[in-house]
């Protein structure tokens, strides 16, 4: 960086303002922004005071008069200080008269008005950063007429990067630019999907890979014209796609495999969103996300499981709702031999028919005997719900109870080991 230069803007400054103030005009202005400001006071604390008198006399029908009125309170003395210097630059122009004390004071007070507003009443976090930290101070300049000397003097502060030459000038405006661009790009990408997700003529698998198509386009263009906005030729992509080539051929091959794995899963409709999915070392989830890297399966006590999506396309997994949400289930339970075997499977099926997410098809519920065991007859019940029996939706509990009270309330015994032992004498 040219720091002598710095230096020398630095001492010119200086040697301006002090030149400045040991002139009579510079007081005269000065006098004049003081006898201004205060009768910009005098006049808003008047009108603050009629404003007081009204918003005690607003009645509960005008109640949407006491914010906009508030509103009116606390920028009634910046606005008034506001014209009332403007009123006086343009005097003192008009006549030929020194006004840059005047023109300072204006811009400063502008500077203040505008942030009391930003932080007031602009509730966004980035718009009102943005606003604050890179539109304030260029208006500042501007208004200030030093907009293009700060421009020059920052593209003056320069280092070198190999053969790359940058200033804090183009530093500057990458950041600004590519904040502002992957802001608009987010707030498109989230209403992008939300169109396309909402499209009914559409099935839910095809809406998914739109959805993924536009989010890659879209950051693809934005990455484009953040280059092109900072003066990189875009015919130098070419060198750094091949170059991106031989890093995704080493270092970036599993990351390029599983945005890939991405595009096939979405394309090939083996799984959805809203799918419920059990992986082969027994994990299973609701799929919540399908992202370019990962898929995310949300379980039924909250954890969210993270599967890499090249997961799904090298190895074995069961997707239960994939054509159909509803699924069969079994249940086994026993009773007594000495028990009426014949009516069971009637009184079963009958209390069973009765709840409200047990399915009457695809099939009926059927209940049959399995298994003359050691201790009593095992039946077991095969029911069909919608879902997965399991979570919220868990159906196989509310079953066993309503199994359980059926044979207590008709005397049918559910056995339990028992064993008998003899004693033999000894002779």
Same mark, same amino acid.
């Given at each position: 960086m040219n720091f002598e230069r710095i230096n020398e803007i630095a001492q010119t400054l200086f040697q301006q303002v002090l030149a400045s103030v040991t002139e009579l005009g510079f007081y005269l202005q000065l006098l004049a922004v003081v006898l201004t400001l205060g009768l910009a006071w005098a006049l808003s604390a008047k009108i603050k005071h009629a404003v007081d008198v009204r918003l005690q006399s607003v009645t509960r029908n005008q109640s949407w008069l006491a914010q906009p009125l508030e509103v009116v309170k606390g920028l009634l003395l910046p606005v008034l200080a506001l014209m009332s210097l403007g009123l006086l630059h343009a005097a003192l122009q008009q006549s030929g008269l020194d006004y840059e004390v005047v023109k300072i004071a204006f811009s400063l007070l502008l500077i203040i008005t505008l942030f009391i507003v930003i932080h007031q009443y602009v509730n966004h976090v980035f718009v009102a950063a943005m606003l604050k930290w890179v539109m304030m101070p260029t208006a500042a300049l501007y208004l200030l007429g030093w907009l293009d000397q700060t421009v020059v003097f920052l593209e003056s502060l320069a280092f070198q990067v190999g053969d790359i030459k940058l200033s804090v000038y183009a530093v500057i405006r990458l950041l600004v630019f590519g904040s502002i661009l992957f802001w608009l790009g987010r707030i498109s990408n989230r209403y992008g999907q939300q169109i396309i997700r909402n499209k009914q003529n559409l099935d839910v698998r095809s809406r998914e890979v739109f959805a993924k198509l536009f989010e890659i386009s879209l950051f693809?263009?934005?990455?484009?014209?953040?280059?092109?906005?900072?003066?990189?030729?875009?015919?130098?992509?070419?060198?750094?796609?091949?170059?991106?080539?031989?890093?995704?051929?080493?270092?970036?091959?599993?990351?390029?495999?599983?945005?890939?794995?991405?595009?096939?899963?979405?394309?090939?409709?083996?799984?959805?969103?809203?799918?419920?999915?059990?992986?082969?070392?027994?994990?299973?989830?609701?799929?919540? *996300?399908?992202?370019?890297?990962?898929?995310?399966?949300?379980?039924?006590?909250?954890?969210?499981?993270?599967?890499?999506?090249?997961?799904?396309?090298?190895?074995?997994?069961?997707? &239960?709702?994939?054509?159909?949400?509803?699924?069969?289930?079994?249940?086994?339970?026993?009773?007594?031999?000495?028990?009426?075997?014949?009516?069971?499977?009637?009184?079963?099926?009958?209390?069973? *028919?009765?709840?409200?997410?047990?399915?009457?098809?695809?099939?009926?519920?059927?209940?049959?005997?399995?298994?003359?065991?050691?201790?009593?007859?095992?039946?077991?019940?095969?029911? &069909?719900?919608?879902?997965?029996?399991?979570?919220?939706?868990?159906?196989?509990?509310?079953?066993?109870?309503?199994? &359980?009270?059926?044979?207590?309330?008709?005397?049918?015994?559910?056995?339990?080991?028992?064993?008998?032992?003899?004693?033999?004498?000894?002779?």
């Amino acid at each position: 960086m040219n720091f002598e230069r710095i230096n020398e803007i630095a001492q010119t400054l200086f040697q301006q303002v002090l030149a400045s103030v040991t002139e009579l005009g510079f007081y005269l202005q000065l006098l004049a922004v003081v006898l201004t400001l205060g009768l910009a006071w005098a006049l808003s604390a008047k009108i603050k005071h009629a404003v007081d008198v009204r918003l005690q006399s607003v009645t509960r029908n005008q109640s949407w008069l006491a914010q906009p009125l508030e509103v009116v309170k606390g920028l009634l003395l910046p606005v008034l200080a506001l014209m009332s210097l403007g009123l006086l630059h343009a005097a003192l122009q008009q006549s030929g008269l020194d006004y840059e004390v005047v023109k300072i004071a204006f811009s400063l007070l502008l500077i203040i008005t505008l942030f009391i507003v930003i932080h007031q009443y602009v509730n966004h976090v980035f718009v009102a950063a943005m606003l604050k930290w890179v539109m304030m101070p260029t208006a500042a300049l501007y208004l200030l007429g030093w907009l293009d000397q700060t421009v020059v003097f920052l593209e003056s502060l320069a280092f070198q990067v190999g053969d790359i030459k940058l200033s804090v000038y183009a530093v500057i405006r990458l950041l600004v630019f590519g904040s502002i661009l992957f802001w608009l790009g987010r707030i498109s990408n989230r209403y992008g999907q939300q169109i396309i997700r909402n499209k009914q003529n559409l099935d839910v698998r095809s809406r998914e890979v739109f959805a993924k198509l536009f989010e890659i386009s879209l950051f693809l263009v934005i990455f484009l014209l953040l280059l092109n906005a900072v003066g990189i030729n875009l015919t130098a992509l070419a060198v750094f796609g091949g170059a991106l080539g031989v890093g995704i051929g080493f270092g970036l091959q599993q990351i390029a495999s599983n945005f890939i794995s991405g595009l096939i899963i979405l394309l090939d409709k083996s799984m959805a969103i809203g799918n419920y999915i059990e992986l082969e070392d027994g994990k299973a989830g609701v799929l919540k *996300k399908l992202n370019m890297r990962s898929s995310s399966l949300q379980t039924y006590d909250g954890k969210m499981i993270v599967v890499p999506n090249e997961r799904f396309i090298t190895s074995a997994f069961t997707n &239960w709702t994939h054509d159909d949400p509803r699924q069969r289930y079994t249940l086994q339970f026993s009773v007594a031999y000495d028990s009426d075997i014949p009516a069971i499977p009637e009184l079963i099926l009958n209390a069973v *028919k009765q709840h409200p997410q047990v399915l009457l098809e695809p099939e009926l519920p059927d209940c049959e005997i399995v298994e003359f065991a050691d201790s009593g007859v095992v039946f077991q019940l095969e029911y &069909w719900i919608e879902g997965i029996d399991d979570g919220r939706n868990r159906v196989g509990s509310d079953l066993l109870m309503i199994i &359980w009270k059926t044979l207590h309330d008709n005397d049918i015994a559910i056995p339990f080991p028992q064993r008998e032992v003899r004693i033999l004498k000894d002779e």
